[in-house]
């Protein structure tokens, strides 16, 4: 890839571009964390930051200089994984939805009745297409596993509602299910992963009330990268410029606030120079899960920015991919 050097993202040697000096300043004030010699954060509690903080902390641009180089780099490395896949039979397109957003891209695995991993794409939840988040598909199922990756609105496209996007997830696992043996899959081996938004809202899967998940659905582990798990702090942030948030809408959609709902184990992923917001999330969710005695892990990747955590998911080396592979085996 033109202008980008090779040098380590979580995995062997992979592109990715070279860093500046310095992500965009903290407004000034407290730092919103600190590492300590083990390089674990501890975080400021969020309702002691300025505005001015809260909202530098909600924009993962300021502290991954070179989004604008990984992002282009995860959409290649995709799409060439889906033309490689097509060529071989492997990719199909679905509608589960009568929305245009509502489709999907199936990525089947040679091996029939294998772990179904349900992938949410981030983007702030204002962007993003499932044809740019296949870099693990082909290692996916060449490792047995099926590989689906839903496609849904853009929450500015839709009034500001997040609820509607939540909606669609929900749709989209509950036609998978519906279709999983036709496709050579197994319902009942469902491992759901997200990236940041698609974190949050794989995790929202992850909640769903028993009585209304579809009927054959086993969920064997939540893979949560980077995410967002109580919206509260979210809420108060630059992105309550265009999500309509609620009191109502931030207790139905904050994972955190319905672990009672989690009967799986839970891995919790973040990069080391992420947004310390982001880290903070992930810490307390965390906490939360294991203070219930529940099966949760919580992994950082060292160096890594947000975006970076993402293509780390790619390489069957990566960081990402390595903790994926971890709990496959559990499924």
Known sequence: MA???ARRIGCALTPAAPRPATAKALPSGALPHTLNPMNIPT???WRELTQAQLDWAYDQTNHAPNATEVLPACAAFSQAVQARLQARGLHQRHAYGAHP???LDW???PQASGVLVFFVHGGAWRRGRAQDYAMAAEWLTAAGCNVVVPDFSTVTDRDGQLGVLADQVQRALAWVVQHAAAHGADAQRVVLVGHSSGAHLAATLATTPVATRPAGLKV????SCSGMYDLEAVSHSARSSYVQFTPELVEALSPQRHLDRIDHPVRLLIGQNESPEFIRQGIDFNAALQARGM???WHMGAGLNHFEMLYAMGPEDGFFAQHL???LALA
């Open 295 to 297: 099966d949760s892990t």
């Open 43 to 45: 975080p400021t509690p």
């Open 220 to 223: 064997r582990g939540l893979l």
């Open 107 to 109: 990525y089947r695995s």
């Open 325 to 327: 592979r971890a709990l």
């Open 101 to 103: 957003d509502e489709a």
């Open 3 to 5: 202008n980008v050097e």
